[in-house]
């Protein structure tokens, strides 16, 4: 009976001894699968992470603010506009540009010295030996500021102009603030004050002088003025004017406007332009119409010279011909008399470089009638100027100035003179 216990525990020592090996072998392959596991757990907290971050708004690291805040100041910021030198209205597609420059002027005349105005007033120079000679005299009153805007529209650009110095004609209205154009433009018309359609602006030589060369109309007034423009034909200008020049009396108190015509061609060697007019003075007891014609042009000499003429005609407005006699109103009657005026002026404008230029102009007016015996008969006035800009903005100029006056009495002046000029333009 023993026997067989002793034989099944054999029997079970065998089995635990065989089995041993085995277990060591499983033992082994479950430490590898648990490296493997603990592994694979690793690389998948780390996808996670990684998600996790890809997950985080754009503004958790600052950028969203930031993008907001520049958002709200590129509304505010300043953008260039439409015309040169401008900047875009904030919240708008109007352009605007300020401008303007301070400028003085140092004169010095070496013969008998006119009226009170600072500048040529050859009308008015004294006949020889019945005033002063010699005299200085500094001013900054021509000094300007103004703005211009343009707003885009389905028709075109609306465009508007406002611009002021400070100078006045004679000595009791010095340095007062003068409205020089204030207008505004749209499809071709213009509503508004600026300078008369009749004067040749395009063919008007530079001068130092503020006033310019005798001889040339020379008038800004208030207007209606419609302009059609064809680049391949021509540009045709009506307009309707105030009739008042700067005299009054016989200009008061008119029942029509004045009309002017005009018609203007460029060319590659130049331009030329043909001008009319009609306008009425009125006294009391007298209405009287008087016309004007007027031609001008410029012809270029190559990249460095220009040629530039005009000549005009005008039946009694001195705004509308610089230096003419006007007109006159008998007291008793009423009745008027035009001064048949003609004025021709010439320059020559010449570019040294890209900083010196001069020009060499010279007026002339004759009168066919006298509206009093002292009135003048003829006008001349010659002037020689060199302009040198030394640096952006700033301009220096010199001028020579003479000019002749002989009225119907046969008596003459003469006006001899330098003007030195200085400007900076903003």
Known sequence: MKTKPTLIGLVASLLVLGSAPVLAQSNAVLDELREEIRKLRAEVNELKKQKAAEAKPADASGWGERIEQLEIKSKDAVVLGDIGGSFRLPGSETSLRFYGYAETHAIHDFREVGSSDFFTDLMYT??????????????AATSRFGFESSTPTDLGAFNAKVEADFYSYGSSTRNRLR???????????LVGQT???????????????????????????????????????????????????????????????????????SFDWGAINVRALAHEKRSAGETKRGFGFGVGGSFKLGDSDLLMGQFARVDGDIDQMYGSNGYDIDADTGAITFDKNKGIVLGWAHTYSGQLRGTVAFGHNRAERATALADNKRLSQLFVNLIYSPIKNIELGAELIVGDRKTFLGEKGQMRRVDLMGRYSF
Do not use: C
Not at 181 to 188: D, N, R, S, V
Not at 237 to 244: I, K, N, Q, R, V
């Open 179 to 189: 409205l020089r154009h204030a207008y505004g433009e749209y499809a071709g018309f």
């Open 195 to 265: 300078w008369s359609t009749f004067m040749d602006l395009d063919n008007l030589p530079e001068t130092v002088d503020f006033n310019g060369p005798i001889g040339a109309p020379f008038s800004r007034r208030a207007m209606i003025r419609y302009t059609y423009n064809n680049p391949q034909f021509a540009k045709l200008t009506f307009a309707l004017e105030d009739p008042e020049d700067q005299f009054g009396g016989g200009s008061a108190n008119e029942r029509m406007p004045q009309f002017v015509a005009r018609f203007d061609k």
């Open 126 to 139: 004294p006949v020889r030996g019945s005033a002063q000679k010699g005299k200085t005299k500094f001013t």
